[in-house]
């Protein structure tokens, strides 16, 4: 085993090495998960050493790991979980860091507070590195093989753990953190998300600076209503105030929508609205020690792989005032030349949303793409695939 991936231990086996720092947390116990057994083919470099080119396995022997973020989270996540090796484990320590039952409150609700931010985050955090778990034991090879993770909003913190970037507890206790912080911010203005499919001559830009002039008119100062999450081609999030919202809704037809929703969540998540949620996240993420992650781990808001571990720390703070540029995120992660293979794409964690945004970006790619999921519904579905 390799000195660089040893020091991986961390986020899954809770080993001693990582700094505290000023969070005050207390340590999950040590033993739980082996992360050097998950990625061991990752590198095998010794510190300081130079590292020796790995051989290079074709693209259809690769996987690449994507996972959700709020908005998946569904009653009962966990129970199709609980079966595999250490998964008790993980909700123990989560209980440690939170101190609350995370289990308990994933598995029976209420579904109100599962549904708060200040607990959906962290639940489909560790909900979705529980699921790596799962894979791990019926799919050995999926993730020694893995390429690169990619994760949506509070998923691309599972994402940086997944690759051992940062320690399981503190990576977790930055999520406690962001979402307690993200929800406060959320009840200080009324304000929410409105999923938008467009046509191809839907301005979304246009239709949100008229948004912005209407509430002007209300006596709103400063109004709020700009392109959040970028989903998939003619497919924008759009945050802001409620009142902009509303006028995107009633005007949908001039503005070419084709349909509109909003989104169960509190608030109007990477705009300027949660500028109160920074300085809690980025002074947390100061005391953790962040390594360079030993697999590629796509930024959302660059859409490019990171290269630096300070560029972690910068672009995770960014990250809650910044869209999410998902779409522009898969095209990284799928270019390739005509005719060559893609490779295996596992949706690690509740729900398939990242599954059906892949098959709108690239359907070659998603051709290749399973679901790992959290439920006993998953277990079902997954042996009658299998054929079992």
Known sequence: MSVRVARALGPWGWGAGGRRG????????????????????????????????????????????????????????????????????????????????????????????????????????????????????LQPAAIENCVAAAGFSVGEFAALVFAGAMEFSEGLYAVKVRAEAMQEASEAVPSGMLSVLGRPQTKFTSACLEAREHCQTL?????????????????????????????????????????????????????????????????????????????????????????????????????????VKWEQTMHALYERKRGSDFPQTFEVGPGRQLGAILRSCNLQAWKSYSHVGVLEADEAAEAADQGQ
């Open 22 to 137: 000023a969070s005050g947390f207390r340590p999950p116990p040590p033993g739980a998960v082996d992360v050097a057994e998950l990625l061991r083919d990752a590198t095998t470099a010794e510190e300081g050493a130079p590292r020796q080119p790995a051989a290079r396995r074709p693209p259809g022997q690769c996987s690449v790991l994507l996972f959700p973020g709020q908005g998946s989270q569904e009653l009962g996540m966990g129970r199709g979980l609980l079966r595999y090796p250490r998964v008790r484990e993980l909700y123990a320590a989560a209980r440690r860091v939170l101190g609350y039952d995370l289990l308990e409150l994933s598995l029976r609700g209420p579904q109100a507070a599962l549904d708060r931010t200040a607990h959906c985050q962290p639940a489909v955090f560790v909900a979705s590195l529980a699921a790596v778990e799962k894979l791990q034991h």
């Open 219 to 323: 006596g709103i100062k400063d109004p709020v209503c700009e392109v959040a999450n970028y989903l998939f081609p003619d497919c924008r999030v759009i945050s802001g105030h409620l009142e902009a919202l509303q006028f995107l809704q009633k005007n949908s037809s001039r503005f070419h929508f084709r349909r509109t929703k909003m989104l169960p969540v509190s608030g109007a998540f990477h705009t300027r609205l949660m500028e109160p949620a920074l300085e809690p996240l980025a002074q947390v993420l100061k005391a953790i020690d962040v390594k360079m992650p030993l697999v590629s781990v796509h930024a959302n808001v660059s859409g490019s792989r990171y290269r630096h571990p300070k560029h972690i720390r910068q672009l995770l703070v960014e990250q809650v005032v910044s869209p």
